[in-house]
Nanobody, 115 residues
Framework: QVQVVESGGGLVQAGGSMRLSCAAS????????MGWYRQTPGTQRELVAR???????TYGDSVKGRFTISTNKARNEAYLQMDRLNPEDTDVYYC?????????WGQGTQVTVSS
């Protein structure tokens, strides 16, 4: 079973930057994709950014041009560089790892952007 651990959340002022990291401990199956989602309690989890094994990326409309996803395949890690943050980016951010055995979610990390 793959385990996923996020790190890097916290408090930042509006206009600032933050970098999230996601580490996947691979136990079986190849990693097909890694991504970041965010969710406010009571709302649906939404895509922030996703990268598949060939390097192709997808971004949510609200973060295009501000956030960048990248990976280190050798370390099974994904990163989310978040720039020009605004209070609307405040949320719990979850890392998702898609493997041949199915999706695995991390526990989430809180990102708070103060105005």
């Amino acid at each position: 079973q793959v385990q996923v651990v996020e790190s890097g959340g916290g408090l930042v002022q509006a206009g600032g930057s933050m970098r999230l990291s996601c580490a996947a401990s691979r136990r079986s199956g190849a990693i097909i994709a890694m991504g970041w989602y965010r969710q406010t309690p009571g709302t649906q989890r939404e895509l922030v950014a996703r990268i598949i094994s060939n390097g192709a990326t997808t971004y949510g409309d609200s973060v295009k041009g501000r956030f960048t996803i990248s990976t280190n395949k050798a370390r099974n890690e994904a990163y989310l560089q978040m720039d020009r943050l605004n209070p609307e980016d405040t949320d719990v951010y979850y890392c998702n790892v898609q493997t041949a055995d199915g999706p695995v979610w991390g526990q989430g990390t809180q990102v708070t952007v103060s105005s």
